[in-house]
């Protein structure tokens, strides 16, 4: 691993795991000093977080960990949900039976251990496989960004229980209607499991402030 790249994987880690909060102040020399390395791959890392949108810079400022308010989560939400619509349509058919009864399994046994991480698991290769069977490098590109900062927001709500049970159901709504061979209704599915995360999402940032 590069010393850019262990920047990189620290920060973030940092971020996502909200140990460093959203309007935190980043300073290349201490992150320098902590990881011993020098500033130059610090200050590469941070400009991959800013354009991932992890990291904001002012000229006479400095840099700060980006804040996610509720309006935020609201449009990223919004934009995921278009996106993953179209990859839908596009990935439909080249999604078989077998691989989506391979996910319900995994559904079905994160559900019966109560495990969010398998769950989390199991979304995660769902979401996955439908956008990355659309075939279009781009639109991987803009949902990994989206993704990215959706994750700072999955860490904190990761113990509600009620969500797993939510989820397991969205999912398993989703992937019957795929295996039925019902596009129309797989969307419909698809657009409310997002916009279910998503008011879940809302209501976590509503209730602890501003990530």
Known sequence: MSRKEEAYQYL????????????????????????????SPIREAMRKLESEGLIVSYPS???????????????????????EEWALGRSFEHISAEELSELERKFSDALEKSDWELIHTADRDLHRMIVERASSKRLQEFINILNVQIERVRHISAQDFNRVQISYKEHMEIIQNMKAGNLEASREALRNHLRSVADSAIEVVKYRGNV
């Open 12 to 39: 973030k880690s940092a971020i996502l795991s909200n140990q460093l909060k959203g309007d935190t102040p980043i300073s290349e020399l201490a992150i320098a000093e902590e990881l011993k390395m020098s500033r």
């Open 61 to 83: 400022r400095g840099s700060f960990v980006s804040s996610i308010s509720p309006y935020d989560l609201e449009e990223i939400y919004e934009l995921r949900i278009l996106l």
